[in-house]
């Protein structure tokens, strides 16, 4: 049976900030993301998590390495090219949930779509199925101001499965959850997960890191640990750096 190519995978990544005093962000990272795996990001607030999520996802550049995400090279990429990519392959979550305040529940949801050339009539169809899906489809005609924080990032979750994405990327997407709203998203990503959709998340949530296939750790910009869920028990591969908590 032929492998699979990985949903998204990097060699040598690094991002730099600054001139006079550079700091790498992300230092020398590859990393492999296999087709249907959900993998969490954990470590340390500061260690570069977001930025390789951002980097992995086209909405950062590196400043060295390469990416390919869904088949296409990311790396020298145009910048109408990545857009292009992002709104077709990509699905992105964030914790302040990023809704555009003027617009509908599902106005909010449907803006992919049409941004991606979708027709209104597809776009308003696909928009029902997904807010049916989350739970929120009577909430449709509502602004973000009139929702809790948990329905928001509902709300976040369907706009990013507007255009089918092969991988969905989340910054924290609890951190500014209560208990029970947490609850529900990680009920949600476990749904997503099991159709087959690929997840990568970053993380400080315990429990949706205990969910995942893999834990990958960070510090300082670079990966130090990996552990895979194997029947609910982890499995740690060892540290990558010999690094000791």
């Not at 006079?20 to 500061?46: F, H, K, L, R």
Request: negative net charge; proline residues 3%; hydrophobic residues 40%.
């Amino acid at each position: 049976m032929a492998l699979r190519e990985s949903v998204v995978s990097a060699r040598g990544l690094r991002k730099q900030y600054g001139r006079e005093v550079p700091v790498n962000a992300v230092n020398d990272v590859s990393i492999e993301i296999a087709p249907e795996e959900s993998a969490a990001i954990i470590g340390p607030s500061g260690c570069g998590k977001s930025t390789l999520l951002y980097l992995l996802g086209g909405l950062e550049r590196p400043t060295a390495g390469g990416i390919r995400v869904a088949g296409e090279q990311l790396d020298g990429m145009a910048e109408a090219g990545l857009a292009r990519m992002r709104r077709r392959k990509v699905g992105f979550v964030f914790q302040a949930f990023e809704l555009v305040s003027e617009l509908t529940t599902r106005e909010n949801v449907e803006l992919p779509a049409l941004l991606a050339g979708s027709s209104r009539r597809s776009a308003r169809r696909r928009a029902h199925q997904l807010l049916e899906r989350v739970g929120l489809d009577d909430r449709a005609d509502h602004l973000p101001s009139m929702l809790s924080g948990g329905q928001c990032q509902r709300v976040a979750i369907a706009r990013a499965l507007a255009n089918e994405p092969v991988v969905l990327l989340a910054d924290e997407p609890t951190g500014n959850l209560d208990s029970a709203a947490t609850a529900d998203i990680l009920r949600l990503f476990a749904e997503l997960h099991d159709d087959g959709l690929t997840l990568v998340i970053v993380t400080h949530d315990e429990r949706i890191a205990a969910a995942a296939d893999r834990l990958i750790s960070m510090r300082d910009g670079r990966l130090v640990d990996e552990t895979r869920l194997a029947g609910g028990t982890a499995r740690s591969l060892g540290s990558i750096t010999g690094l000791e908590e």
